[in-house]
């Protein structure tokens, strides 16, 4: 089992950045690829970034592809997710996710999110 708890969510301005935060719990994070969701306002969620449980590869959404990076410590049983040139757009909740059965898709464990405003 893997608790997952994310901070780091604010309000910005546009071109702004902000660091996000998963903390885990539990022992086996550091066997677990992890990934980021978003999910806006009447959408439906969507999937940010994914990183493998060494760190060594990631994958990102064409839509924030170069202004977003993720990463992790394991251990620090965190994953991080910097994110700059904010643009509205990128308003969301935020998810942090471990375990997937799909990168893109599908995980066994989610947090219960963080709120991420960026004003005009």
């Known amino acids: 089992q893997v608790q997952l708890v994310e901070s780091g969510g604010g309000l910005v301005q546009a071109g702004g950045s902000l660091r996000l935060s998963c903390a885990a719990s539990?022992?086996?994070?550091?066997?677990?690829?992890m990934g980021w969701f978003r999910q806006a306002p009447g959408k439906e969620r969507e999937f940010v970034a994914a990183?493998?449980?060494?760190?060594?590869?990631?994958n990102y959404a064409d839509s924030v592809k170069g202004r977003f990076t993720i990463s992790r410590v394991n251990a620090k049983n965190t994953m991080y997710l910097e994110m700059n040139s904010l643009k509205p757009e990128d308003t969301a909740v935020y998810y942090c996710?471990?375990?997937?059965?799909?990168?893109?898709?599908?995980?066994?464990?989610w947090g219960q999110g963080t709120q991420v405003t960026v004003s005009s």
């Open positions: 996710a471990a375990d997937p059965t799909d990168w893109t898709t599908s995980y066994n464990y």
């Open positions: 539990g022992r086996t994070f550091n066997t677990y690829d």
């Open positions: 990183i493998t449980w060494r760190g060594d590869v990631a």
